[in-house]
């Protein structure tokens, strides 16, 4: 499409009821993002409160037909996806805008190939809109749905705005407040057997004198300078006013906090009780056992029975797993062991997942597998053929696998002559745990008994006896493929090396989702691919190099770090690289920056290698941290070359086998990384003191 074109949804597919409009961008150096944002627009054109904005703090609107779904890697980029259930979007509601916002000075000209796409429930691609001309703002107006004569329509926006969020959010109503600063710490509900209720807040006036609600937006949204105009007071009876004397300063009249419409969220308690049992031996009761499980078909039917159990009666769960998947956002049951018709032999599936809304139905079939078990091309095809024939949506594979762009973990035939259509869709156990980390460490749940569901969950999902640890197995190639660089035996071209850049990049992804999880921030692998590669391309380049070099890389970027994190692991020394390049502060001499960088790092460990990065030359002066505490004047270059940053590195031994055992490679890589970040990236976040 072009900029100011527009299209009804209708005349481009019948599976317009829910949609998924992604926007994307790339950057060189793959530290470039931007945040998203939705505004759902009255007929006069604003917000009717601050339910109709959502933005990365608020990440549902409109009673769930909004879904804000999060970033995933893409070849040359990464994509952030939202879920809309058109059909479940207020009446009241005539526009809905989809936007993009940049912080901290940034601006979209910084970023390549911006573009929106929209694709309908089954996952088909309907528009695709590149914005350009966006260099010089912080916020661009990609596209907007809305009504017309009862069925929805897409326009190609591509406005910018040099005011950023805050500009573009007033246009629509939205009212800039700070009330949420000052809200004290750990107001935010916890859950437990004793946390209760938050306190009912009183009514609001009615009546037409009665103002309307505005929407507020927390202080703490990037790119907006929260502004509070001060508010009269009403009193009881009137007072003579006082009179200040010559030594007192004029009363400031203290701004009235606005009333919160949305409702406070439970999370988990930030330290746990303190137990009752009479020593370690003694275990807690659980929801969820797995002493009994034998068998990894006894696994898949508990593991299948437990998701799809939580996913129905926590709404928020069960709509954050199914949005992208084209679900609309209604009233979720979910079965186990269904048994279907199908030729001579009937069929039965892990589970069914069915969503009501309004009166028409949404189904999927779910195909579960555990431990390193891999899904069977032949049940998945008679689960796509079942689906068809009977008008189901969807189905949904779930597994420890990861899946690939362009690399699909099964080969399906689809009947293009079937007038409907059905969507294959995979879920790996790890996206399952990091959606429900996400939902009660960090954004919040309904109550109380929502969060302790999840919890049960998680505590079942991660013992070491449920199967669903997620990737866990290199693969048959890792082996062959590592003797075959120790003996420089390997060849470019092989298949093996390929199979073990696929099996990187899987692990890789998963120690983003995990990491991520436990932070509670995006976390995600950057890509510096060439704009439009081929993701097949990509991966067999990066094969040869593996062939050539003995080595896998990686990078990962976590928000608010000052740089990537790059991984390394060098199959010919078996020693992984965690590293990260640090810019050096703008102020000071050259010796105060170096000193500062040594004072930040106090707790980090001894063992740290540390390299000064000098403008247009080569590698600086370098030194372990353990040397250069007494001595950091080390780190200054002999000629006195502009330093532009530093280089933290930690080496650590490689596993060396294929699986997540003890001494695995998988096993390895996760220590490796949650070290690195845990004991150097997350002390060169903290200010200098």
């Known amino acids: 499409m072009v900029k100011g074109a527009n299209v009804g949804l ?49 990440p549902v609107a409109g009673n769930g037909s909004v879904q804000l779904l999060g970033k995933t890697p893409t070849a040359d980029g990464s994509e952030d996806r939202i879920s809309f259930d058109l059909d479940a979007v207020p009446q009241e509601i005539e526009k809905v805008v989809v936007a993009a916002s940049r912080y901290a000075g940034s601006r979209f000209g910084e970023l390549d190939d911006l573009r929106l796409t929209l694709a309908d429930s089954a996952g088909d691609g309907l528009v695709r809109f590149a914005v350009e001309g966006a260099d010089e703002v912080s916020a661009v107006i990609f596209g907007e749905l809305y009504r017309r004569s009862g069925e929805w329509k897409f326009r190609a926006v591509g406005q910018g705005y040099a005011s950023g969020l805050a500009g573009l959010a007033t246009d629509y109503g939205v009212d800039i407040d700070d009330d949420a600063a000052e809200e004290p710490p750990g107001a935010e509900a916890e859950a437990g057997p004793e946390a209760e209720a938050p306190a009912p807040e009183p009514p609001a006036a009615t009546g037409p004198d009665a103002p309307e609600p505005s929407a507020v937006v927390p202080a703490q949204s990037r790119g907006i300078r929260a502004t509070t105009p ?59 056992p797995v002493s009994a499980l034998k068998s990894d078909r006894e696994r898949e039917t508990r593991a299948t029975s437990v998701v799809l159990s939580v996913m129905a009666q926590v709404p ?43 009166g028409k139905l949404w189904t999927a079939l779910v195909e579960t597998k555990t431990n390193g078990n891999a899904l069977k091309p032949d049940q998945v095809q008679a689960y796509m053929d079942i689906a068809a024939r009977r008008g189901y949506e969807a189905v949904i594979t779930l597994s420890n696998d990861v899946a690939l762009e362009g690399s699909p973990l099964v080969d399906v035939r689809i009947d293009r002559r079937r ?76 298949a093996r090396a390929l199979e073990v850049i696929e099996n990187w990049e899987r692990l890789v992804r998963q120690v983003c989702l995990r990491l991520g999880g436990e932070l509670g921030q995006k976390v995600l692998p950057v890509q510096r691919a060439r704009r439009g590669s081929d993701p097949g391309a990509r991966r067999a380049e990066l094969a040869d190099h593996l062939c050539e070099q003995g080595r896998l890389n990686a990078e990962i970027r976590i928000e608010g770090t000052p740089g990537v994190l790059a991984i390394t692991a060098d199959l010919r020394t078996a020693k992984l690289r965690t590293s990260i390049e640090v810019p050096a502060e703008e102020t000071g001499y050259p010796l105060t920056r170096a000193k500062r960088l040594v004072r930040r790092l106090a707790e980090a460990p001894a063992d740290l290698h540390i390299e000064t990065l000098v403008d247009g030359q080569g590698p ?17 270059p002999k000629d006195g070359a502009r330093i532009t940053g530093f280089r933290l590195s930690l080496f650590k031994g490689m596993g060396n086998g294929r699986g997540s055992a003890e001494s695995g490679f998988i096993r390895s890589v996760d220590e490796a990384v949650d070290r690195f970040h845990a004991q150097v990236v997350a002390h060169v976040e903290a200010p200098a003191v």
């Open 10 to 58: 209708a005349t481009l597919s019948e599976d317009v009821g829910s949609v998924v409009v992604s926007l994307g961008w790339s950057s060189a150096t793959g530290e470039g993002d931007a945040d998203v944002s939705v505004l759902l627009l009255d007929g006069d054109g604003k917000v009717r409160s601050d339910v109709d904005f959502c933005f990365y703090n608020n």
């Open 230 to 288: 001060a508010a009269p007071q009403a009193s009881a009876a009137p007072q003579a006013p006082a009179v200040p004397g010559p030594a007192d300063p004029a009363p400031v009249p203290k701004p009235a906090r606005r009333p919160r419409t949305a409702k406070k969220k439970v999370t988990l308690p930030r330290t746990a009780k303190k137990s009752l049992a009479d020593n370690e031996s003694w275990r807690s009761a659980r929801l969820f």
């Open 316 to 358: 928020e769960f069960g709509r954050r797993l199914t949005a992208g998947f084209g679900a609309p956002a209604g009233r979720m049951e979910t079965y186990t062991e269904v048994t279907l018709p199908h030729g001579e032999s009937p069929r039965r599936p892990d589970g069914v997942v069915r969503v009501e809304r309004a």
């Open 419 to 494: 007038k409907h259509k059905v969507a294959l869709w995979h879920l790996s156990w790890a996206e399952v745990v990091h959606q429900a980390q996400m939902l009660i460490r960090h954004e919040g749940v309904g109550n109380a008994a929502h969060a302790w569901l999840l919890q049960e969950l998680l505590l079942y999902l991660q013992h070491e006896n449920s199967g669903c640890h997620g990737f866990q197995n290199m693969g048959a190639a890792w082996v062959p493929v590592r003797r075959g660089i120790d003996d420089e035996t390997l060849c470019q071209g092989d």
């Open 620 to 636: 600086g002066p370098r030194g372990t941290l353990e040397r250069l505490r007494p001595e950091p004047a080390d780190l200054l």
